[in-house]
């Protein structure tokens, strides 16, 4: 086996340059805080916005108060018509009108009472922090361009957060009820966690012609006047879901990643193009993939005849040798500025923290490597026995990648296996072979490694895994080592979930409640749950302890920690071990991808250039499947690696493209309004 070894990663300098920009204090927060639940409501509030209780004046202010001689002002209720004109006009006893006259007094009272887009009313109302850039771009969403927008930021500035802004504001004016989201198939869950944690509101994933037409006697989306629905385009745009969609008109449609928009003869392009729709907020960073003709297709769709004729676009725009250069920037520019909001990483003033990353390269212990050869050929030989069904080979991958995760993990399912009385005899016999030795290793490697990171590195550790028991194990291991470990799992309730947040958020040692110890802990040890929803940029520090084999999830982990409000660098750790499908795994993502050293968000944009209809997942998998060795398998992952190779050199032309449209914008005079 190959030498242990620690290997940094190497960031070009110009992925980080292009991260790094002024240094801003964060404002800080004017509020006061519900004693009931914690809420942060703005210092006038007289309600908590979230549970309902009434806020009384603190004694000791009211104390302040009256010491300075200033005596509060009763509450007046003021109206610009005098009360006894008004019944002298229309009478003391005057009996009420029909209610159909009140309902439409009630909604012109609501509209005379309804303030213009020159301010965001919805901000107490959503768990965000508030950039200047995004609150921008919302209002010019809004005021601007009444609703239907090009958001186009680059990759890591929070277009869901501007959609999302736009869409709350929409919701609470009034004017939006019914509302689709469209998202590639991947992102579908992610959307969902977003708006309900951020923006309290709740989404159905729509993935049966069933939940569309309602079920059981309840409204379906299809003839409720009111609902938030969330669907994958690729499912949206086939033929049975888009008749039924195509039925009906939505207040608000949101498109994420609409460059997949871009050819206006595609079936998703004709699809999107006939929803009707009175608020549309398309969101890519790409907008331009090949030419500046894709723009002119996503522009058509929020305002048709923006820019003309398809053939007065190209004569006036458009460089008849190369469809990418333009002409007449002004021109365009002033035309693309009436649809399209397009913020960069250099212009915005936020900080980007930056990223380091390494491999921790490990060698498993002879136990381990015969654990590890042993039930890989097991599970190479019964996937391919004619007798093994569909139920088999799904377990057979998940023995697979508990065998990179924990010997622990892999008891726990290899228990289950060997108590199965469908299994023959001799087949029951080797299980329990290997559950033996699986539970003869209590010190895995990686779980020393883990040990060692943290003896080196100083301050807060995420560590993430995919299975529970390899986390338990991982826990137990840290509490007997002294250092201070909380587990994140979706067996914890919300309140439990919370608490365990908490833990992890406090300082160590801060503190005695009630005689108990109220410290934090050091480490928080997550399952892939812990990647949802969750924002925990109080910490920088994250190992990978085994790895998925769908790299977004990946990025969803370091997402907890790279994002906007990330005071410091962040460090990922990843622990590979030699010869085992995870170290090709980690290789494929760490070279061929170069996946830590992109910006959250660039790996999907990758991902979705690769040929075919395949996932990186499947393609793995395939692979795996079909390889009759290790040797056959580490051939059939280089195939995989060149293909992943193509995709980035792919998405850095994507990237040149669009540097053109940005000199457009950076032109004199582009960003005057």
Not at 122 to 136: G, P, R, S, T
Not at 658 to 666: K, M
Request: with cysteine; proline share 3%; aromatic share 6%.
């Amino acid at each position: 086996m190959s030498q242990e070894r620690f290997e940094w990663l190497e960031i070009p300098d110009g992925v980080e340059s292009e991260t790094q920009t002024k240094d801003k204090s964060p404002e800080a927060v004017l509020g006061k805080r519900c004693p009931q639940c914690n809420w942060l409501d703005e210092e006038t509030a007289t309600v908590c916005f979230r549970c309902g209780h009434r806020f009384h004046m603190d004694q000791k202010m009211a104390a302040a108060i009256e010491s300075l001689g200033i005596s509060l002002p009763p509450r007046l209720i003021e109206t610009t018509q005098n009360l006894e004109n008004f019944f002298r006009i229309h009478g003391r006893q005057q009996p009420p009108g029909p209610l159909d006259h009140y309902q439409l007094r009630l909604q012109a009272e609501q509209l005379r009472l309804s303030q213009g887009f020159d301010h965001l009313i919805c901000l107490e109302d959503i768990a965000v922090e508030h950039y200047e850039h995004q609150l921008e771009t919302a209002l010019r969403a809004l005021r601007e361009m009444r609703g239907r927008a090009l958001l186009a930021d680059e990759v890591g500035l929070g277009k869901t957060i501007e959609a999302g802004i736009v869409m709350k504001e929409l919701i609470e004016r009034g004017l939006v009820r019914s509302i689709l989201v469209l998202t590639p198939a991947s992102l579908t869950e992610q959307w969902r966690e977003e708006l309900s944690a951020k923006f309290r509101e709740e989404f159905t994933v729509i993935d049966s012609l069933a939940q569309w037409a309602g079920a059981d006697g309840a409204d379906g989306a299809a003839t409720a006047e009111s609902g938030r629905w969330l669907m994958s385009l690729d499912r949206a745009k086939m033929k049975r879901y888009s008749e039924a969609i195509l039925q009906r008109e939505y207040d608000l449609l949101i498109v994420d990643e609409a460059h997949k928009l871009k050819n206006r003869s595609t079936l998703a392009w004709k699809f999107v193009n006939q929803i009707r729709k009175r608020y549309v907020l398309m969101l890519t960073a790409t907008p331009v993939q090949n030419d500046l003709m894709e723009l002119y297709s996503l522009i058509t769709i929020l305002s048709p005849g923006q820019l003309g004729t398809v053939r007065g676009f190209r004569r006036h725009f458009l460089e008849q040798s190369d469809a990418r250069q333009p002409k007449n920037a002004p021109a365009l520019r002033r035309l693309l500025g009436d649809v399209m909001i397009r913020n960069r990483r250099s212009s915005v003033d936020v900080t980007f923290p930056q990223r380091r990353a390494a491999i921790y390269h490990l060698s498993l212990s002879e136990a381990e490597w015969q654990l590890y050869t042993a039930v890989t050929d097991y599970i190479r030989r019964r996937f391919r026995d004619p007798e093994s069904d569909k139920h088999l080979r799904l377990t057979l991958i998940i023995l697979q990648k508990e065998l990179c995760s924990s010997p622990q993990a892999l008891a726990q399912t290899m228990a289950k296996m060997a108590d199965d009385r469908s299994y023959s005899d001799p087949v029951r016999a080797e299980l329990n072979g290997f559950l033996a030795l699986a539970r003869s290793i209590p010190l895995p490697r990686k779980l020393i490694a883990v040990e060692e990171i943290l003896q080196k590195f100083p301050g807060k550790f995420l560590i993430f895994t995919e299975y529970r028991q390899t986390l338990e194990t991982i826990v137990s291991h840290l509490a007997g080592l002294g250092i201070s470990a909380v587990a994140f799992h979706g067996g914890l309730n919300i309140s439990q979930k919370e608490a365990a947040i908490d833990r992890f958020r406090t300082e160590e040692n801060d503190g005695e409640a009630n005689g108990e110890s109220t410290g934090g802990v050091r480490v928080l040890v997550s399952t892939e749950s812990g990647a949802e929803g969750r924002n925990l940029q109080f910490c920088h520090q994250l190992i990978n302890y085994d790895l998925p084999w769908n790299p977004m999830r990946v990025e969803q982990r370091i997402g907890r920690l790279h994002r906007l409000g990330q005071e410091s660098d962040v460090t990922i750790f990843n622990l590979s071990c030699h010869e085992t499908i995870e170290a090709y795994i980690v290789d494929l993502l760490a070279r061929k991808i170069r996946m830590f050293e992109l910006v959250i968000g660039e790996l999907d944009l990758i991902l979705g250039g690769l040929e075919g209809a395949d996932s990186f997942e499947d393609m793995l998998r395939q692979a795996w499947e079909a390889a009759e060795s290790e040797d056959d398998l580490q051939e059939r992952l280089e195939t995989v690696g060149t293909l992943l190779e193509q995709a980035r050199r792919k998405y850095e032309q994507v990237r040149e493209n669009n540097a053109q449209l940005d000199r457009i914008f950076d032109s004199p005079g582009a960003h005057s309004q």
